[in-house]
C-alpha cells in the first residue's frame, strides 16, 4: 500500500504545483521572479497559452492542493499512532510533501491575487 500512497502523494502534490505554476504563469510568477532577482523574459512565451485556461489551472491547482493536504494530513495521524517497530512511511518524505505543497500554496495564492 505504501507505493499507491507515494504516488498519490506525488501527483496530488506535483500536479497541484504544475497547474498552480501555470495559473500564476502570466502575472504573479514574474513579479516574484523578479523580486528574487531572476529573470522572467521567457514567461512572455507561456502566458498567452496558458492565459485561456486560468480559470480551471486555478480550480485543478486547488483541488490537487486540498488532496495532498488531507492525505498529508491523514498520514501525520497515522504516524502518530504507529507502534515504534511499524513501518510508518518516512518522516523526510512528508516533509517533502509538506514543502511541495506550500510551495504550491504561494503560487497558488499568487496567481489570485495578481492574476
Known amino acids: 500500500m505504501r507505493g499507491i500512497s507515494t504516488w498519490w502523494n506525488g501527483l496530488a502534490t506535483g500536479g497541484g504545483i504544475f497547474a498552480a505554476f501555470g495559473a500564476a504563469a502570466c502575472c504573479a510568477l514574474p513579479l516574484m ?30 483541488a490537487l492542493l486540498l488532496a495532498a493536504t488531507l492525505r498529508l494530513l491523514w498520514q501525520l495521524r497515522q504516524a502518530r499512532t504507529c507502534p515504534a517497530d511499524g513501518a510508518c512511511g518516512s518522516s523526510t518524505y ?3 510533501t509538506a514543502i511541495g505543497i506550500a510551495i504550491g500554496a504561494a503560487l497558488l495564492t499568487g496567481a489570485f491575487l495578481y492574476g
Open 33 to 62: 521572479l523578479a523580486s528574487v532577482g531572476v529573470g522572467s523574459a521567457w514567461l512572455g512565451s507561456i502566458s498567452p497559452v496558458v492565459a485561456p485556461y486560468r480559470v480551471p489551472l486555478l480550480t485543478l491547482a486547488s
Open 94 to 96: 512528508r516533509a517533502l
